[in-house]
């Protein structure tokens, strides 16, 4: 429940519909869906942070954690 609930959905969207489609049909949904899911979450900055969180802070491990509540 930490994880941002719309980044969830929109993982899971795009892990059912790929099932189906070729490879470059997969690749187009799938940027699209995260260009969709970067504009949605534009208030939150989820994606800067886990960067920061990454690069910089050395904090974050991807897929084990979710990224710390900005303050």
Same mark, same amino acid.
């Not at 070729?22 to 869906?33: F, G, H, N, P, R």
């Given at each position: 429940?930490?994880?941002?609930?719309? !980044?969830?959905?929109?993982?899971?969207?795009?892990?059912?519909?790929?099932?189906?489609?070729?490879?470059?049909?997969?690749?187009?949904?799938?940027? !699209?869906?995260?260009?969709?899911?970067?504009?949605?979450?534009?208030?939150?900055?989820?994606?800067?942070?886990?960067?920061?969180?990454?690069?910089?802070?050395?904090?974050?491990?991807?897929?084990?954690?979710?990224?710390?509540?900005?303050?």
């Amino acid at each position: 429940m930490e994880k941002p609930p719309i !980044a969830l959905a929109f993982t899971k969207q795009g892990v059912r519909a790929v099932g189906t489609m070729d490879l470059w049909q997969s690749y187009e949904y799938l940027m !699209a869906k995260n260009q969709a899911l970067r504009f949605v979450d534009r208030g939150r900055n989820t994606r800067d942070q886990g960067i920061s969180e990454f690069i910089d802070k050395k904090t974050y491990k991807p897929g084990l954690q979710s990224v710390t509540a900005k303050k």
